[in-house]
T-cell receptor, first 115, second 114 residues
Framework: DAGVTQSPTHLIKTRGQQVTLRCSPI?????VSWYQQVLGQGPQFIFQ???????GRGNFPDRFSARQFPNYSSELNVNALLLGDSALYLC??????????????FGQGTRLTVV | GNSVTQMEGPVTLSEEAFLTINCTYT??????LFWYVQYPGEGLQLLLK?????DKGSNKGFEATYRKETTSFHLEKGSVQVSDSAVYFC?????????????FGKGTKLTVNP
């Protein structure tokens, strides 16, 4: 079975541009979360979606938005890119919602560089 | 609020040495606790977890015990290998908030030399 897949793996954008990152969860998983990992730091929670509804939002500006599709895949959009948005963006999927034993499976990430 | 504090790295050990990476947390209620590992150029992999006080998580020779009295979840391994070289992240999932949000520490880079 395929794991969590993210695309693209790398991309370079210019300040002020917009970017869309994509994530496909493990088959059967209905929950997708997004994290930002700046170099040398731990991942920071951005959003979580379950059954196409937003279930959590981290402390990120409104330039960041996301959505989940009927097939449970997800997109993360970032508008008006800043240099500080350069990071590894990780997607995680979980089978259940609200279970203490739920394990989050992470994708390989998308490395975004803003120049 | 919820937070995780890990020992500062990097940590450099010789093969077969004993490993301890300290992790303490701040949270309301009874969070679930996790250790994730990140190999160069890859995403995160779950190493082990514990969901209630005094639980011991273990995997691939690594162990960590959920200590509520000291709010700690230290990672240990009795004999490290070169292949254990990676960045290790301690994380918690809060019991409140209704989401699958994970709160991570800053990570500890481990290098094991032959």
């Amino acid at each position: 079975d395929a794991g969590v897949t993210q695309s693209p793996t790398h991309l370079i954008k210019t300040r002020g541009q917009q970017v869309t990152l994509r994530c496909s969860p493990i088959s059967g998983h209905k929950s997708v979360s997004w994290y930002q990992q700046v170099l040398g730091q731990g991942p920071q929670f951005i959003f979580q979606y379950y059954e196409k509804e937003e279930r959590g939002r981290g402390n990120f500006p409104d330039r960041f938005s996301a959505r989940q599709f009927p097939n449970y895949s997800s997109e993360l959009n970032v508008n008006a890119l800043l240099l500080g948005d350069s990071a590894l963006y990780l997607c995680a999927s979980t089978l259940l919602q609200g279970s203490r034993n739920t394990e989050a499976f992470f994708g390989q990430g998308t490395r975004l560089t803003v120049v | 609020g919820n937070s995780v504090t890990q020992m500062e790295g990097p940590v450099t050990l010789s093969e077969e040495a004993f490993l301890t990476i300290n992790c303490t947390y701040t949270a309301t209620g009874y969070p679930s606790l996790f250790w994730y590992v990140q190999y160069p150029g890859e995403g995160l992999q779950l190493l082990l977890k514990a969901t209630k006080a005094d639980d011991k998580g273990s995997n691939k020779g690594f162990e960590a015990t959920y200590r509520k009295e000291t709010t700690s979840f230290h990672l240990e391994k009795g004999s490290v290998q070169v292949s254990d070289s990676a960045v290790y992240f301690c994380a918690l999932r809060p019991t409140q908030g209704g989401s699958e949000k994970l709160v991570f520490g800053k990570g500890t880079k481990l290098t094991v030399n032959p």
